[in-house]
């Protein structure tokens, strides 16, 4: 109980939320009446105004310096009650709804990569898994510094700058020192490259081959990071401005940049075979290059759509340097223990890479053919999709105006929107934990037409593995982020030590009596079993801090949810035994069990939400149906 006492009882509210609470303490845990007129799901609210979002820095763009003796980042009650105004006029329907277009388009061109991807090196062997390793360090490292700085730190500061006296001064300062910082933390973790890969590639199974290779692939990839922090950064300052287009659209330029290097390497070097690349002598230092200067190009080109999205918006950059006024003075007081937490969740990828690469070696060893890192991370793709199109939309939406309610102390305005986004994304999470349940084998080969037999047989189980742990998955997100809001550092930390040692233990515990080809689908319900520990906790918490978060409500909503995906699941499992869809012979056959198992699935669950009166699913469906009768 020890642990999930400290969760609960973090670090008092800031003390603009504890004012709030007062004046509100009297208030039910319901939502206020009214408080969701003319917004619901994604995508709810025609003609929301995206001007009404945070206005711009002052009429001549400038801004000043705040006078001596002004608390940094200190905020009158006007000012805080006006960004409280601004950013909730902002509508999460028609907001959320441009996103999950512009996240769309994205993965769409996203999927064409990972095609490509397979086809240049497999989803499985030594070479796969080391280009993946070695490009996955950077998002690893950028985890550290984007929920540890940029999420918990800068998003705060950035939306109080907005509103500041002095906003177009404090935004320099904000994005010069940022950029700075992260271009100097890039070059260091690039000379300790060697060092990080080794971290990666413990077990005795990988050969000092395999393990350079993965090396020279981070070489090449670790530059991320800069650009991953600037994409991060800059779409930041746009959302705060009620901008959220470009953010979710940028990916594409990645993609395009990636399909072009990935294409001209299948031109030169053709495929890999289906069982992956393991003969490290058939592996070319030319082929090493394109490959990682690919990746890393991409990045660049996302990072720079919004170097030029920003300036289209109006909003001029110049470099200036300097602590004073920029309001870190608070923020510093939840850095260590988010750091520490972000630290931990990575420690427990950290163990679950080094299982997979083990299993996927030893297999490698035999002669067989296992998932190993790579196929692990082509099911991760996949399952991230509906959360990234949908759930991610609505709670980067709504998150700057929960925020700027937290600064108001508008803890009813919080405790509305918490409820609405937990609802909103519950509607989409736990059908698609029901389609990647069913559909995990023809869905995987559909999404990934270059995957041979022995692949899609490596991913699907993963999948399937994992898909419970994606209705969790969004609300933990959420319920995380609003803690950044609270700067209550502390119960993160401790929620995270829970989470990632149920992780380890539960994965440690499979792979002791699991044979090796089970590991990676053990990790990946491992995963899903940390994500559920994970969101119990930060709920349980947050109710205490918000005195309820709509329980009743929310929960009715997830209970009605699952007996509509529980009928859509039976129904969408007799399509595909009746169509073969585990024995597949042919893309164009995975694409038809998977779009006719998916249509039976999606028919079934809004038939059912329908019979139970599931309003949200009405919010849900109101910008689509609008669309379609123009």
Partial sequence: MTPARNADHGKRPPRHARAGRRRGAGASSSVRPGAESGMAAAGAVPGADESAAPAPPGPDGTGHEAPDGTEPGGETAGSAASATDGVRRARLGRSSLVMSLGTAASRASGLVRS?????????????????????????MLFALISAGLLQAVLMPQILRAMNAPNSRVRLDKLISLSGLGLLLLTALLVVAAPLIVLGFTLGDDWTAEGRHLAVVFAYWCIPQLFFYGLYMLLGQVLNARGKFGAYGIAPVANNVVSLLGFGAFLLVWGRAPDRGISDLSAWSTSETTVMGATATLGIAAQALVLVFALRSSGFGWRFRLGFRGIGLRSASKIVGWTLGAVV????????????????????????????????YTQAMTIYLLPHSLVVVSIITVLFPRMTAAVHAG????????????????????????????????????????????????AIAPVLRAMAVGIIALGATVMV??????????????????????????????AVSVLPVELWAAAAGASYALSTWVSVLLRIRGMRRKLHGIDGPRVMRLYVRATIGAVVAGGLGWLVVRLMDGTDLTSWGHALLVTAAGGLVMLAAYVGVLKLLRVRELDDALAPVLRRLRR
Avoid: H
Wanted: contains cysteine; negative net charge.
């Fill in 410 to 457: 508008d803890l009813d305005a919080v405790r509305s929107d918490m409820s609405l986004g937990l609802r909103s994304a519950g509607i989409f999470s736990v059908f698609s934990a029901a389609v990647l349940m069913v559909l995990a084998v023809p869905l995987t080969a559909a999404l990934l037409p270059t995957l041979g037999t022995d692949g899609v047989g």
């Fill in 480 to 509: 995380r982020r609003m803690y950044f809001a609270f700067e209550d550092g502390r119960s993160i930390f401790v929620i995270q030590v829970i989470a990632t040692v149920s992780l380890v233990v539960a994965l440690w515990a």
């Fill in 344 to 375: 931990l969740e990575q420690v427990g990828v950290l163990y679950l890479t080094n299982i997979l690469g083990q299993g996927a070696q030893a297999a490698v060893r035999a002669g067989e053919v296992t998932a190993g890192p790579a196929a």
């Fill in 115 to 139: 095609m490509l991807l397979v086809a240049c090196v497999g989803a499985t062997g030594t070479v796969a898994d080391a280009f993946d390793i070695g490009n996955k360090l950077p998002n």
